[in-house]
């Protein structure tokens, strides 16, 4: 009852984290922000492409969101893509000294059904989190031999 008790809901308490008893920091929720793509600019829809605001050079920006579900053992991320959906297989947050908390996560990209370039793949997702601004960003990439593609990810909490 302890375990359960404390994997789902205690585990999540402010002061727990406030004191340094819990270092894992809570996720849960919506994010929404940008996805900075390698992927060919002419490939994508001109009503997902995002011109105004922080722009990379060479990257093509897209709106994006995520929605994570943690619990103090287990999480799991799901995005929302501009032109098809992905899920976590595995991830893990790691927790070190002097640095922010990272989110790492392999996911299953089931394609798109209207853009015949886009194909299902694999990919790795690694976002730093920034509490302060209540932040992740990072970078993802995807199999060379399944899609070869690689950007950006920056998300801000909704909820």
């Known amino acids: 009852?302890?375990?359960?008790?404390?994997?789902?809901?205690?585990?999540?308490?402010?002061?727990?984290?406030?004191?340094?008893?819990?270092?894992?920091?809570?996720?849960?929720?919506?994010?929404?922000?940008?996805?900075?793509?390698?992927?060919?600019?002419?490939?994508?829809?001109?009503?997902?492409?995002?011109?105004?605001?922080?722009?990379?050079?060479?990257?093509?920006?897209?709106?994006?969101?995520?929605?994570?579900?943690?619990?103090?053992?287990?999480?799991?991320?799901?995005?929302?893509?501009?032109?098809?959906?992905s899920h976590s297989r595995a991830a893990t947050i790691l927790v070190k000294q002097k640095a922010w908390p990272t989110l790492s996560y392999n996911y299953w990209n089931d394609g798109s059904t209207t853009n015949e370039e886009l194909d299902p793949h694999y990919g790795t997702a690694i976002l730093e989190y920034d509490k302060g601004q209540d932040r992740l960003e990072g970078k993802y990439y995807n199999r060379p031999d399944q899609r070869g593609t690689h950007g950006i990810l920056e998300l801000y909490r909704e909820n």
């Not at 727990?16 to 809570?26: E, I, M, Q, S, Y």
């Not at 920006?61 to 999480?75: A, L, Y």
């Open 1 to 85: 009852m302890l375990y359960i008790g404390f994997t789902r809901f205690l585990w999540k308490w402010e002061w727990l984290h406030d004191k340094g008893l819990v270092a894992v920091p809570n996720l849960n929720g919506a994010w929404e922000g940008y996805l900075y793509t390698s992927a060919d600019a002419d490939l994508i829809p001109d009503k997902q492409i995002v011109d105004e605001g922080r722009q990379i050079e060479g990257l093509t920006k897209q709106e994006t969101g995520i929605e994570i579900k943690q619990t103090w053992d287990k999480i799991r991320v799901s995005l929302d893509g501009p032109e098809s959906p």
